[in-house]
């Protein structure tokens, strides 16, 4: 009797052992206190257009932006002055010291250096003020990130074809090298292009500058030179640049996660083919081992194509020498990452061509996820972390920053549900870090309150919040900038709190060890 009940009492320990310990293995919400490493970089973003203001001031040409938006009565022209940052230089570089930010990612408007969009005409007056900011930020110990194109093409290119031209391949290698010569000896990082998915993609469908309707053509057509594009800067700064300075060059592309709906069959397979189209396109000719387009996407287009009557794929294949100036020409990977999506096979009919057409699929978000202030973003921090391990296993590890994420929200200084949204990323950031995934840095997208594209300063993106009605663009910190510093300082996400979104089942956490499981 004593000699069972000691027995079952060893077992029913072991058991318990067991139990304890397999949650917590695999389980979102353990007490253990994960640390952001000393060499880890925080950072946050803005780009020319959404926050300079100056449109045509002191030499600058227009942009197809400030096309876009004049040209349509509907969208009022909230860039025109946006934040007047082109006034603000002390004032912006007061909030990122506040902020305790590492690094200040801005982007350079090549309509305000290069007003004919060629490189035979340089703005000095562009130029002093990129200098500036830069010399500003240095004065500081801030280090300058400066995106060479973050969606502003110059109109006059735009006129002769924008991104659809191949020479257009040209026209960004020399304006890479105005740029290099200048600033190359005060700048660790240059990110070539930013999205190029919403470049093309959004570009050429009508919905976004330079409100183009060609879906399906020019939109392939302009993913290729746009990539292209970015090869060509980035070996120019190797060839020409790199011994002397030493920085590194990237790109940053979209990378938000997509999930099947459920995981059945088909839906598990119209998610592989959706990041293949999202991601792969722009991802697999920098990473990948044979520096193409992704297969299923050839394909895909290929087949649709001759279908339709074409007698080529309307995605142009790439020659052997654009696949070898393609493959390895990034230092980093830039990853903006906002959302996560749903995938199922399309029921709905799409305009042919298209590249919704081409793909076949139909995407939702979950009715449990936090909405934030943009139609299409709601709050998933479990994206975060298997995009990464997605990127880790189909690329090979790629070194990896964090170019942007963000949350919109509507006026007002408590944020809430920005504080939640970063600490839930953060927390899924650190789950990633701890599972391998080579990321150097995060940028919280935004510095402060901007220009939302075509959606004007309606959703506010900003860890400072503007207000638009004051001639100065007053700016005052959110909650969530006092956050964001706080996590900087300490270096780790306090207290054990967690959002809802990422108390996930534990099986997420093991889908990193097994790429079936993808
Ligand atoms: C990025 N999405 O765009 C841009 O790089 C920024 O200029 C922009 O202000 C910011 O994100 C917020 O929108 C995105 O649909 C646009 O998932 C759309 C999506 C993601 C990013």
Redesign the pocket.
């Known amino acids: 009797m004593c000699f069972q009940s000691y027995f079952s009492s060893v077992i029913m320990f072991q058991y318990l052992f067991i139990i304890i310990s397999l949650s917590g293995a695999y389980s979102w919400t353990d007490n253990k206190q994960r640390r952001f490493k000393d060499d880890f970089l925080f950072g946050t973003a803005s ?1 020319a257009y ?1 926050v300079e203001g100056g449109w045509d001031a002191d030499g600058k040409s227009e942009s197809i932006w400030d096309r876009y938006v004049h040209s349509r009565p509907e969208i009022t022209p909230d860039g025109d002055m946006a934040c007047d940052s082109y006034q603000h230089i002390s004032r912006d570089v007061q909030m990122l010291r506040e902020l305790g930010v590492d690094f200040y990612r801005f982007s350079i408007a090549w309509t305000r250096v290069l007003p004919t969009g060629f490189s035979n005409k340089i703005n000095k007056k562009g130029l002093q003020y990129y200098n500036d900011l830069i010399d500003e930020l240095i004065k500081y110990n801030i280090m300058p990130m400066v995106t060479l194109y ?2 502003d093409l110059p109109q006059s290119l735009q006129d002769l074809g924008g991104w659809a031209n191949p020479l257009s391949i040209n026209w960004f290698e020399d304006y890479a090298r105005i740029i290099y010569d200048n600033f190359a000896n005060k700048v660790p990082y240059f990110i070539t292009i ?2 190029p998915n ?1 470049v093309c993609i959004d570009g050429y469908s009508g919905s976004f500058a330079p409100g183009i309707n060609s879906k399906g053509i020019g939109d392939y057509l302009c993913v290729k030179n746009v990539m292209l594009a970015h090869a060509r800067a980035y070996r120019l700064y190797q060839n020409e640049y790199k011994v002397k300075y030493q920085g590194s060059v990237g790109i940053a592309i ?1 990378v ?1 996660w997509v999930e099947p709906i459920n995981n059945q069959t088909e839906n598990v397979k119209a998610a592989e083919i959706a990041r293949d189209f999202t991601i792969g396109l722009y991802v697999s000719p920098i990473w990948s081992k044979d520096g193409d387009f992704p297969p299923s996407v050839k394909e895909a287009v290929a087949s649709r194509s001759k279908e339709q009557g074409f007698h080529r794929s309307r995605l142009p294949s790439l020659t052997p020498e654009e696949k070898t100036l393609l493959k390895g020409s990034a230092d980093f990977l830039g990853m ?1 990452h ?2 996560t999506v749903q995938a199922q096979p399309s029921v709905k009919k799409y305009p042919s061509p298209s590249l919704e057409d081409d793909m076949l699929v139909d995407f939702a978000q979950s009715a449990n996820w936090t909405q934030g202030a ?1 139609p ?2 709601k709050s998933a921090p479990f994206g975060l972390y298997k995009a990464c391990v997605y990127l880790n296993l189909n690329y090979d590890y790629p070194p990896i920053i964090i170019t ?1 994420h ?1 949350w919109s929200t509507g006026l007002g200084l408590r944020d809430g549900s920005r504080v939640e949204n970063l600490r839930g990323y953060m927390t899924a950031l650190l789950f990633a870090l701890e599972d391998g995934t080579n990321v150097r840095g995060y940028t919280a ?2 510095l402060m309150d901007n220009v ?2 075509g959606a004007g300063v309606s959703e506010r ?1 900003g860890l400072y919040e503007v207000d638009f009605d004051s001639p100065k663009r007053k700016r005052s910190p959110r909650v969530s900038a006092h956050v964001y510093r706080r996590i900087i300082e300490q270096r780790i996400i306090e207290d054990t709190w967690l959002p809802s979104s990422l108390k996930m089942d534990v099986s997420m956490r093991r889908m990193g060890k097994d790429k079936s499981e993808l």
Request: proline content about 0%.
């Open positions: 780009a959404q973050h969606f930013n999205q919403s979209s938000n903006n906002y959302t943009s299409w973003l942007e963000g997208w935004s939302e594209w993106f």
